[in-house]
């Protein structure tokens, strides 16, 4: 369940600091371009290698959704399509008011409830399908080096395994050293975002379907 009042408190929060943030890398891009490979996702594709159905070679460094954007069009409709429906313009302290314990009421709190607790399981899955995701990853860390005044990174790639030698990072490293804290001197806010909504143990719950809902209390 999505409280608008929340949502617009946290967009009047965040958007200014976005704001900031792209007016900090049109100045910081090391290449007039870099900016453009941002939005355009440019990228480096060794399979160019093995192709041989064309008759001139082709760079491997291209740009374009690749498997990654396709992916995430995919999850972005179903994240879209929830918060679309989800959202309602009752405040929070209105529903708070709404489930607090009545005998006269009790059969609409627990509708309401149970309601609730479907409505946070598909939240998890939302939180998944954001965490997760090679290309919301990628767009951050390039953002990220960008506003640090590095160059835009073709050859980024999330490692899959230990035994992945020349990944960037796994998803953890990548989302705290290489995101997260590149933010903590200029964009304080936005660190802050990403320290209270990525906690690796609630990542760890929902993967692994290691929590329960019980009435209001979340474990």
């Keep these: 369940m999505l409280f608008k009042d929340k949502l617009d408190d946290i967009a009047k929060k965040l958007a200014p600091e976005f704001d900031k943030l792209f007016e900090r890398v049109i ?18 594709n060794p399979e160019v290698h093995t192709w041989n159905n064309l008759k001139e070679k082709t760079s491997p460094y291209m740009f374009g959704p690749s498997n990654e954007g396709h992916s995430w069009i995919t999850h972005y409709k179903f994240i879209h399509a929830y918060r ?28 309401l409830k149970e309601n609730e607790g479907q409505s946070i ?27 640090n005044k590095e160059d835009y990174d073709w050859h980024f790639k999330i490692s899959e395994s230990t ?18 804290d590149k933010f903590k001197n200029d964009f304080p806010i936005l660190y802050e975002a990403f320290k209270a909504s990525y906690n ?4 760890n719950s929902i993967a692994h379907s290691k929590y329960s809902i019980l009435g209001e209390i979340f474990t």
Excluded: C, P
């Design 27 to 44: 100045e910081t891009q090391t290449h007039d371009g870099d900016l453009l490979l941002f939005v355009e996702n440019g990228l480096y």
């Design 84 to 111: 679309t429906n989800a959202v309602t313009d009752v405040s929070f302290e209105e529903y708070l008011e709404k489930i607090e314990y009545s005998q006269e009421r009790k059969d609409e709190i627990n509708f």
């Design 121 to 147: 399981q598909l939240e998890m899955l939302v939180y998944l399908k954001i965490w997760e995701a090679d290309a919301f990853i990628k767009r951050f860390y390039q953002i990220a080096r960008i506003a």
């Design 163 to 180: 035994r992945d030698i020349n990944a960037t990072g796994n998803r953890q490293t990548i989302i705290r050293k290489n995101i997260r």
């Design 200 to 203: 690796t143990q609630l990542r």
